[in-house]
């Protein structure tokens, strides 16, 4: 498996920018899709965007195609979500993941990082 660590968060206010790190360890990290996820107090973990290992191929939840980008460097073992006009409702930890398969649910990422925390004030 593939150690995740998750940097970048923090507060921001509504409208702002931030720039999610999340850092792999190990020599297998280009056979992964990558993914994050977000869970809001008292709600269930859910999808925001995947890339395939090749990064060719990005999938972004609804509520935030147009704002969040995700991309990858595989020579870094670095994957990023860029998240631009931030809403308060994108408050939340959020969470890097790597799957062999990719898709957007949980259960097909078998690592997860810690998570950081975003909050965006409105």
């Known amino acids: 498996q593939v150690q995740l660590v998750e940097s970048g968060g923090g507060l921001v206010q509504a409208g702002g920018s931030l720039r999610l790190s999340c850092a792999a360890s190990?020599?297998?990290?280009?056979?992964?899709?990558m993914g994050w996820f977000r869970q809001a107090p008292g709600k269930e973990r859910e999808f925001v965007a995947t890339?395939?290992?090749?990064?060719?191929?990005?999938y972004y939840a609804d509520s935030v195609k147009g704002r969040f980008t995700i991309s990858r460097d595989n020579a870094k073992n670095v994957v990023y979500l860029q998240m631009n006009s931030l809403k308060p409702e994108d408050t939340a930890v959020y969470y890097c993941?790597?799957?062999?398969?990719?898709?957007?649910?949980?259960?097909?990422?078998?690592?997860w990082g810690q998570g950081t925390q975003v909050t965006v004030s409105s």
């Open positions: 190990g020599r297998t990290f280009s056979r992964y899709a």
């Open positions: 993941a790597a799957s062999y398969s990719g898709g957007t649910t949980t259960g097909k990422y078998s690592s």
């Open positions: 890339i395939s290992w090749s990064g060719v191929t990005p």
